[in-house]
């Protein structure tokens, strides 16, 4: 329980960074930031944008600055500035080698000056698939 709690509490940290004019390194920054300190490490950040690609562009991870994306036109690093109307999908999965894995994920709407969840969901507890 204690291990949602913490990854719970990365993904607030993480969708309270969300808005206008942030990069993809800062969220993901303060979100590994957070469980480092929680003593959580076997885990990272995943975010993407979402539209006619599965996982797109904007990309929220640890490697981000090593990324570049080519647009058609250019190409440029990966690390974007969040704008107002892209909707981003934050994920955290917590693995437990050999036994199982937590993954907390949601879907936010870039707003104006934060962010709108697109997925309302408050869990006190994980659901447990056998």
């Not at 300190?37 to 640890?62: F, M, R, W």
């Not at 199982?100 to 707003?111: F, K, M, N, T």
């Amino acid at each position: 329980m204690e291990i949602f709690k913490r990854i719970y509490e990365g993904i607030t940290i993480g969708l309270d960074s969300i808005k206008p004019r942030v990069k993809c390194s800062e969220i993901n920054d303060r979100i590994i930031g957070y469980l480092e300190k929680c003593n959580i490490s076997n885990t990272d950040t995943h975010g993407h944008g979402i539209g006619l690609q599965p996982g797109e562009y904007p990309v929220i991870a640890s490697n981000i600055l090593n990324y570049t994306y080519f647009d058609g036109f250019e190409t440029r690093n990966a690390d974007f500035y969040l704008e107002e109307n892209m909707v981003i999908n934050l994920e955290i999965p917590y693995y437990i080698f050999g036994e199982g894995s937590y993954i907390v994920e949601v879907s936010a709407l870039v707003a104006n000056n934060g962010f709108k969840r697109l997925t309302p969901q408050k869990r006190d507890y994980p659901i447990i698939n056998y």
